[in-house]
């Protein structure tokens, strides 16, 4: 079946426009599809989940699926216009299910290949492989007529939109108020016990698959300690998720369903039974720690002081400029509206994916270069656009500016030869004027952001450009100076530092971003408008991380936000107190002066009684203004 594994499929995520249905909805009358329609409904009945990602105006497909009685069988729906790439990977983790088991179908082959590079394991289909489906969905067997999996999905849905109305996701855990029981009588649930000893494989902490006979003899056996988890919450009741077999104060079975992720669950009942021995095989979604008892589960949520703190009453201009990191993590912000973005994109007419948006060298560019060179870079380099090079970074008045660090390390910088204008795309070690390299950068075989590389273009690129390296850290402070110089004085940056875990997928790239990060962290001493948020203390280790060292869990995302919540309320702080401009650069040049005065005070004891309390007087005057 076009290399789908039917088997496999838990979830379908289903493309509207000349897929679902024949037909553009936004320039006219489309004409349902019986045979995807009743598909739909066979599925449901399967247990396979459906969800959409359209590109597309939200209500007017909304009411499209619901005049076609059809609306209620989807979950997580994504319609809007943005790339799906990104999009198909949140709804996916929002789902807490694995690529391999989902299936994406569209008639854009661009679409597809997109969703390809961000989840390297989904399952991508045309609209043709409907027929093939719809035979074996209708002989399957009906295990679901009840359509528990759907309405599971239903309450996780209805979940994740109310997180987003909470700071910290402690406090969507107590407001949540999550009620576990601990069941002995297992024998009376062997059917469904089973079924989660075969299937469950995220939250399966020792992977033993056994035949139904042989749990029906560990039940039996007095050797054992055996017993089932049931949950419920005040968005509903998720009935058994979990399974353990105790023998000998050591987890033979330990396993949960992927509904209860990021819970706690799985800590509670490890707490439960006294933290016992458990040898853990391969990867699991969720880390066990020894003394650690969730305290949101099973509380009387009527003595709890739970306050919505939904940061509605936000008012800042804000830009957010980067690849995913920034992207990924703005879902756990409530207030959407004080964020501009510059994300990585895809070109509408060369479908390239535009990565290098928030290097260096180009948004100095912004400001250096005038038209004629931005038209020149734009002329020579067919891996950036005109949008690139007219982004908002020195034009706008933002009170704050987040901006990614992920590739100043890893990307290599070209020159144009007799003049200053530089560019940079793809790694540092793959130059593109490298002959040896041209062979896989036409391929693909070097990642190329899907641009359509020739023999020919190359050789007139490399005429034209020489390879001058990456980033160093001190080139990068250098470029900070110049960008914080260019900014209205009143724009904080805070820059989103690299993380430095050695992610076996990704060599030595940790190293760089240790050398770029120290660079930063000691110029922010002399200079209070520089801001971090660093990822090192977030991600730091394996289970941090998906496919590489820049691509993190959704607990990892949601920590940045967290992160960049405190350097945004700080900044509200600071607006509400009206504190004069001129009052900032004294807070810098004070700063300067403490980090140098530490330098030499810790040095001379003498200079230390002299000076220090000039420092100190400074700074009481500084505070007394505030």
Not at 588 to 608: C, G, T
Request: contains cysteine.
């Amino acid at each position: 079946m076009n290399h789908i594994n039917v088997q496999n499929i838990k979830l379908i995520i289903w493309d509207l426009d000349d897929t679902f249905w024949q037909g553009t909805i936004s320039e006219g009358k489309i004409v349902p599809i019986e045979k995807n329609l009743k598909l739909i409904v066979d599925l449901t009945n399967c247990g396979v989940i459906n969800s959409i990602c359209s590109k597309n105006d939200d209500y007017v497909c909304v009411e499209k699926l619901q005049e076609l009685g059809v609306l209620d069988l989807f979950v997580f729906k994504s319609i809007n216009w943005d790339n799906k790439g990104l999009r198909i990977k949140l709804q996916i983790e929002q789902m807490a299910l694995r690529p391999a088991n989902v299936l994406f179908i569209d008639d854009n082959i661009f679409n597809l290949q997109e969703v390809k590079h961000y989840l390297p394991e989904i399952m991508i289909a045309t609209p043709d492989i409907v027929d093939n489906l719809v035979n074996y969905f209708s002989m399957a067997e009906k295990s679901d007529l009840k359509h528990e999996r759907l309405k599971q999905y239903k309450l996780l849905e209805q979940k994740t939109e109310e997180g987003k109305k909470y700071d910290s996701n402690e406090e969507f855990l107590f407001a949540s108020n999550i009620k576990v029981t601990m069941l002995d009588d297992c024998e009376n649930e062997i059917s469904r016990l089973h079924e989660l000893v075969i299937r469950t494989n995220q939250l399966n902490f020792t992977k033993r698959r056994i035949s139904e006979e042989e749990l029906k003899a560990i039940l039996k056996s007095t050797q054992y300690q055996c017993g089932y988890v049931t949950v419920s919450d005040k968005f509903g009741d998720y009935g058994i998720v979990g399974f353990y077999a105790l023998k000998a104060n050591c987890l033979e079975h330990f396993l949960f369903s992927c509904r209860t992720m990021g819970q706690g669950i799985e800590q509670y009942v490890y707490a439960r039974l006294d933290f016992p021995q458990l040898e853990i095989s391969g990867e699991v979604q969720a880390e066990l720690k020894k003394g650690i008892f969730p305290a949101w589960i099973n509380q009387d949520i009527d003595k709890q002081n739970i306050i919505e703190k939904a940061n509605d009453e936000i008012s800042c201009k804000i830009l957010l400029k980067g690849p995913c990191d920034l992207s990924q993590s703005t879902t756990y912000i409530k207030n959407k509206d004080i964020f501009q973005t510059e994300f990585t994109y895809v070109n509408g007419i060369k479908h390239n994916i535009i990565e290098g948006y928030n290097h260096s060298v180009h948004i100095l560019g912004l400001q250096e270069y005038n038209e004629n060179e931005k038209k020149t870079l734009i002329d020579d380099c067919i891996f950036i656009d005109e949008d690139m090079l007219n982004g908002t970074f020195f034009t706008e008045k933002y009170d704050i500016i987040f901006l990614s660090t992920l590739i100043e390390s890893g990307y290599g910088i070209y020159q144009r030869k007799k003049t200053n204008i530089q560019v940079a795309f793809g790694y540092y070690l793959c130059p593109l004027t490298d002959k040896n390299n041209w062979d896989a950068y036409i391929t693909g075989k070097i990642y190329n952001c899907n641009n359509q590389f020739t023999k020919e273009y190359l050789e007139e690129f490399s005429k034209k450009y020489d390879f001058v390296g990456k980033t160093t850290p001190k080139e990068y402070i250098e470029r900070i100076k110049k960008m914080l110089n260019y900014l209205y004085p009143e724009t904080t940056l805070c820059l989103i530092l690299g993380a430095e875990y050695p992610h076996s997928n990704s060599g030595n790239q940790y190293k760089e971003h240790i050398a770029l990060n120290n660079a930063v962290k000691e110029y922010a001493n002399y200079n209070t408008r520089l801001k971090y948020i660093e990822i090192n203390k977030i991600a730091n280790s394996y289970k941090d991380f998906t496919t590489t060292i820049n691509h993190f869990s959704t607990r990892v995302y949601y920590e940045i936000a967290q992160e960049m919540l405190k350097i945004i309320n700080d900044k509200v702080r600071l607006s509400v107190k009206n504190y004069p401009v001129w009052l900032i650069y004294f807070d810098s040049i004070l700063n300067v002066i403490k980090h140098r005065l530490n330098k030499v005070l810790s040095r001379d004891s003498f200079v230390r009684k002299i000076v220090r309390p000039i420092y100190l007087i400074a700074s009481r005057k500084k505070n007394n203004i505030k």
